[in-house]
């Protein structure tokens, strides 16, 4: 089955601890992305990456790291600098360069600091 | 500060109605427009994209785009219980973007 697998799909953080979100994607996609998703508000994007090894800020990096090492794998690292974590954390993936910009999601994961 | 408005409901209309989600955007260069479906707890799916002026249908979902206007809707025909959800607008600068904004979304509710 092609699709974006998220994991895992419960996270507890305690105080001053950085934890890793994990995105795998195999449907061959150049670009990948995270998002947070506050209750009520609408997706505010983290990072993106449109290609391996690189990866720039979105409006909301602070307290947040990603690498692009591999074109499959995009993990979000959420640092004990990000002071207000509770979330629900989306990441998706597009074709890139030369295809649509149509963005498709994994299926999330829901961070909660203890 | 780009900016893509949507009306936070809850939308309210009876099972066979016709529903209509409403979406407007501040960047006059948007280019590509999306409609997200969100059930409660889950990611958001897409449901319908539309890149120029009009209309475009696919089965009981229309969505409509007025670029002088920058506004972009949403109708859903024959309204089922099972499109209760948040319906979520997208807005891309230009096609091949990577910086995709999204509306805050629209409650639905589909009484049986």
């Known amino acids: 089955d092609g699709g974006i697998t998220q994991s895992p799909k419960y996270l507890f953080r305690k105080e001053g601890q950085n934890v890793t979100l994990s995105c795998e994607q195999n449907?061959?996609?150049?670009?990948m992305y995270w998002y947070r998703q506050d209750p009520g508000q609408g997706l505010r994007l983290i990072y993106y990456s449109q290609i391996v090894n690189d990866f720039q800020k979105g409006d909301i990096a602070e307290g947040y790291s990603v690498s692009r090492e591999k074109k499959e794998s995009f993990p979000l690292t959420v640092t004990s600098a990000q002071k207000n974590p509770t979330a629900f954390y989306l990441c998706?993936?597009?074709?890139?360069?030369?295809?649509?910009?149509?963005?498709?999601f994994g299926p999330g994961t829901r961070l909660t600091v203890l | 500060q780009k900016e893509v408005e949507q009306n936070s409901g809850p939308l309210s209309v009876p099972e066979g109605a016709i529903a209509s989600l409403n979406c407007t955007y501040s960047?006059?260069?948007?280019?590509?427009f999306f409609w997200y479906r969100q059930y409660s707890g889950k990611s958001p799916e897409l449901i319908m994209s539309i890149y120029s002026n009009g209309d475009k249908e696919d089965g009981r979902f229309t969505a409509q785009l007025n670029k002088a206007s920058q506004y972009v809707s949403l109708l859903i025909r024959d309204s089922q219980p099972s499109d209760s959800a948040t319906y979520l607008c997208?807005?891309?600068?230009?096609?091949?973007?990577?910086?995709?904004?999204f509306g805050a979304g629209t409650r639905l509710f589909v009484k049986a």
């Open positions: 998706a993936s597009s074709p890139g360069t030369g295809g649509t910009d149509t963005q498709y």
């Open positions: 960047d006059r260069v948007s280019q590509s």
């Open positions: 997208a807005v891309t600068p230009n096609t091949g973007g990577f910086k995709t904004i």
């Open positions: 449907l061959n996609h150049d670009a």
